[in-house]
């Protein structure tokens, strides 16, 4: 029971990290209905800037604060060059999504670069000091007292900026309605750039606290945590973002309790045997709305 | 009473059936055969060095995978992110048949035959229940089903020896040459024009057009579905065979998820709906990532991939319909525009 409790705990872990990333696909699809495929990248840069302000010495917080804002500005730059020249040409969805493709291969690929980040894969220095409780049994780590604390703040914050401000209101108005919003005075332009600012920053806050757990860096970590984190949005119901912290968590259990229980060479598959089921059984995810069809 | 028996008498008026070939279609044969020599001798003079040669059945084979998609996501509109898999799943499948009973030429074309086969019958079998989900639920779960795919190669060490897990499968003879993977390629692009304009393949453009509007029309947008996606799925298995056997090493990471996204790209840029576009651009992207090798050089190599992904976001924002839109090259319209018209239009 003991043991089951803590791979539940590391499950937890795993998900809420998942969490935080899929909070931003769930955001940005709500709003201009594309799979940015590049926001896995954006983890990416976000684990190696907070990686350089901590061997520079700088304190954790302000190296994690520091990746927010960088990768903020980087989501509004992609925005801003790649996707808004298509949507002002009302370009099909298919052509976003390659250029979101090509995006996310030139992040991956620069970052190779050895004038950037470099293909090797680094160390990631310890970000805070480990320490091990005993909770009625089960260990805990301080690493995961962080995650699991830092997720549920930053999501909690999002709630609050996207219910009870009126930025929110308008990413709201936004994604309900595109054209309506515009017609009611709306900058649609910045809320989408909003949107992304938000949701990179996130993703950067997320790469930071992936790295702390699983300490190692490399410019095509982001692949795989990002195209789980887009299955948990859709596993949840993509576009609400409580679906997204459901389908995380649900996700993060899947694969460490299969890795823990059953095997740990079908732990992928099996999360997205999962997620096909769900969708055979609820084909817009566990808390998304079925729109109604229209011809 | 007895039964009227009543006899008639058809009598047939004698009628001679005579076949017409369409003046066009031995001009296009004549084109295609007249390539293919000229391809040929051209590698056979070494005009063409073995390694562009190889670059170009690569190009070729990526083209007969190509069509498959196009098929699938251009024609008939399903979104599917798992192509790779099925292009895995023909490659394993013959590989295994020629490396098990032998480097024959029968069993190569058995094994082609059965990865194409087996890619169908996978498809079919995933299609069935999945391709009720639409646009981008079709796409998350296709790609699903691709990562299932990677990770049960990774095991089928598990399931035989011979298959090589993750350690890759080795020693596959080398059997594929320039005369098979042109021809098939030609096979699959007439299969898919003469789908494509057939009203079964008009009945797959409805159903992309709009489906629910298709299926209020009493069209069984299920089986259309399933009929584009099964043949398309072979397609990737034929592809797959052909990869196997011009390599003669597979590994599960050639068949990711992000190979999928290499044929997805190679479709839209080509244009949707368009298998010129989709040949165009399967060529042309295999070739375009070679000649960066050579126009990089060896100090910069490393910014092929930057100079790629560069490449693909300006072209997508330039040309967001793909390069071809919807067009279609056509010898028929060629021969048409010439300005003696009048017996130009052929035999048909």
């Known amino acids: 029971m003991g043991q089951l409790l803590e791979q539940v705990v590391n499950g937890l872990q795993l998900g809420f990290v998942y969490a935080l990333i899929a909070v931003g696909y769930t955001m940005v699809y709500g709003i201009i209905k594309l799979i940015n495929f590049a926001h896995g990248d954006v983890i990416m840069v976000g684990a190696f800037v907070t990686f350089f302000g901590l061997v520079r010495g700088i304190p954790w917080p302000v190296a994690i604060l520091a990746a927010m804002v960088a990768c ?90 996207v219910y009870r401000t009126k930025i929110g209101k308008a ?30 920053a996130l993703a950067a806050a997320a790469g930071a606290l992936l790295a702390a757990a699983y300490p190692q860096i490399w410019p095509y970590m982001g692949i795989m945590p990002g195209l789980k984190a887009f299955t948990a949005a859709v596993l949840g119901g993509i576009g609400s973002i409580p679906g997204a912290l459901l389908g995380a968590v649900l996700m993060g259990q899947a694969e460490v309790l299969t890795a823990a229980y059953l095997t740990t060479d079908f732990k992928d598959a099996v999360a997205f045997a999962l997620l096909i089921l769900v969708l055979l059984v609820r084909p817009a995810g566990l808390l998304g709305k079925a729109g109604p069809e229209k011809v | 009473m007895e039964p009227v028996e009543k006899k008639y008498t058809v009598t047939v008026p004698e009628k001679k059936f005579t076949v017409t070939i369409p003046r066009n279609a031995v001009i296009s044969a004549l084109v295609i055969v007249g390539l293919y020599v000229v391809l040929s001798l ?21 083209t007969i995978s190509a069509t498959g998609l196009s098929l699938i996501y251009g024609f008939a509109g399903q979104f599917s992110l798992g192509h790779a898999a099925f292009y895995g799943i023909g490659a394993y499948v013959a590989a295994f048949i020629t490396k098990t009973y032998g480097a024959t030429t029968v069993n190569f074309a058995l094994g082609l035959a059965a990865g194409a086969l087996a890619a169908a019958v996978i498809g079919f079998l995933v299609g069935l229940p999945i391709l009720r989900l639409r646009s981008d639920y079709l796409g998350i779960a296709t790609l699903g089903f691709g990562v299932i795919v990677k990770v049960l190669l990774d095991n089928s060490d598990k399931l035989s020896k011979t298959l090589g ?141 930057v100079v790629y992904a560069l490449a693909l976001i300006v072209l997508m924002i330039l040309r967001p319909q793909g390069l071809m839109g919807g067009w279609e090259f056509s010898i028929d319209r060629l021969l048409q525009r010439r300005p003696k018209g009048g017996s130009a239009r052929g035999a048909a």
């Open chain 1, 72 to 161: 903020a500005v980087l989501g509004v730059i992609i925005e801003r060059l790649a996707y808004r020249p298509l949507r002002e040409k009302g370009a099909p969805r298919i052509a976003a999504l390659i250029t979101a493709i090509g995006v996310s291969l030139f992040l991956e690929n620069f970052a190779s670069l050895h004038i950037a980040f470099g293909p090797d894969h680094r160390q990631f220095p310890e970000v805070i000091p480990h320490i091990q409780w005993k909770l009625a049994g089960v260990t805990v780590t301080s690493i995961q007292v962080l995650i699991i604390v830092s997720t549920l703040l930053l999501v909690a914050i999002l709630q609050l900026v």
């Open chain 1, 171 to 200: 990413m709201r108005a936004v994604s309900l309605d595109m054209d309506a919003a515009r017609l009611m005075g709306i900058n649609v332009n910045q809320v989408i750039a909003f949107t992304f600012a938000v949701g990179s």
């Open chain 2, 42 to 62: 051209l590698r056979q003079q070494g005009v063409i060095t073995p390694y562009w040669g190889l670059i170009m059945d690569l190009a070729l084979i990526t």
């Open chain 2, 165 to 305: 897990g993750s350690m890759g499968m080795l020693g596959i003879p080398r059997l594929t040459t320039f005369a098979w993977v042109f021809w098939l390629a030609v096979a699959v692009l007439l299969i898919a024009r003469n789908l494509v304009n057939s009203s079964h393949g008009r009945v797959c453009i409805t159903v992309r057009e709009d489906e629910i509007a298709a299926d209020i029309m009493g069209i069984d947008t299920t089986r259309y579905k399933m009929l584009a996606f099964t043949l398309g799925c072979g397609m990737a298995g034929l592809g797959g065979g052909l990869y196997a056997h011009l390599y003669t090493f597979l590994h599960p990471s050639s068949f990711e998820f992000l190979k999928s996204f290499d044929v997805l790209l190679i479709v839209v840029l080509g244009g949707l709906g368009s298998l010129t576009g989709t040949v165009v651009a399967g060529i042309g992207v295999v070739f375009l990532q070679e000649a960066l090798r050579g126009v990089l050089g060896q100090q910069f190599l490393e910014w092929r991939g």
